[in-house]
């Protein structure tokens, strides 16, 4: 019985695990509520807002980002890598400022992420969906 090749393939397949998931899955359920339920009601004055949440919400949205400029990369969408590259780069200074207790500086940076990050991506993907709702 020769079982090493086949071991050595198990462990290789094991080395870098495959997402399990779509990007669309992973978008929405996973950016789409962190920036919907946390994200954007962090931008309201009147939001009383866990920074530790923020935290939280950015960084699991940026890991899924991360997936956009590695394995989940769309080649159909004009800069994908990039765009992916750069939503992943601002929601982990999001996550940053949270952590730092920089409250005053969410607002504007989630604006920022609405506005060039989510619906930039969006339109260039041709994306005429509602989600997320443009901050003005
Ligand atoms: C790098 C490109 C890219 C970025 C950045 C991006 N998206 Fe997406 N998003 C897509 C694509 C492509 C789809 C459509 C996936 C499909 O249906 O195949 C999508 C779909 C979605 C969906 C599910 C479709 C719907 O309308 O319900 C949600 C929710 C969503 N995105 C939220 C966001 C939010 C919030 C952000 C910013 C934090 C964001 N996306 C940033 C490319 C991107």
Not at 106 to 129: D, F, K, S, Y
Request: hydrophobic share 45%; proline share 9%.
């Amino acid at each position: 019985m020769r079982a090493g090749p086949w071991l050595l393939v198990v462990v290789l397949g094991c080395t870098s695990t495959p997402p399990n998931k779509t990007w669309a899955v992973y978008m929405d359920s996973v950016v789409g509520p962190a920036y919907d339920d946390v994200l954007e009601p962090a931008t309201r004055a009147e939001g009383a807002t866990d920074l530790g949440a923020v935290a939280r919400a950015a960084r699991e949205a940026a890991d899924v980002m991360a997936l956009g400029h590695g394995p989940l990369v769309d080649p159909r969408v004009p800069d994908f890598a990039e765009r992916a590259r750069a939503a992943e780069q601002l929601l982990r200074e999001i996550a940053a400022a949270a952590d730092g207790g920089r409250r005053e500086e969410l607002p504007a940076m989630i604006t920022r992420l609405n506005r060039r990050h989510c619906l930039g991506c969006h339109e260039a993907a041709g994306i005429t969906g509602p989600r997320p709702t443009p901050i003005q």
